[in-house]
């Protein structure tokens, strides 16, 4: 249901879905750090919501925030691995 009309003629977008590679990259990642994907996922996001407080919640950095936070967060872990 990526589109759907609506009485007045007007049509919604329902925002699209993390693309399956982006998922099946985050769970290698973890696996191959020892961590939990699920622990690993709320790691990142603590990490994106303290990137989007920094700038003030501005729109539209939304994925730059997640990917700058996966980067730190796996820095993070491969340095406390190597410990």
């Not at 693309?19 to 191959?32: G, Q």
């Not at 407080?53 to 950095?61: D, I, P, V, Y």
């Amino acid at each position: 249901m990526a589109t759907k009309s609506e009485s007045s003629g007007k049509k919604t977008r329902r925002k699209a879905s993390t693309a399956p590679e982006l998922h099946t990259s985050a769970m290698m990642a973890a696996a191959s750090m020892g961590i939990d994907p699920d622990v690993r996922r709320q790691l990142v996001a603590a990490e994106a919501y303290f990137l989007a407080e920094r700038r003030g919640f501005a729109a539209g950095h939304e994925l730059e925030d997640w990917v700058t936070a996966e980067a730190a967060v796996d820095s993070r872990l491969q340095q406390m691995r190597v410990a």
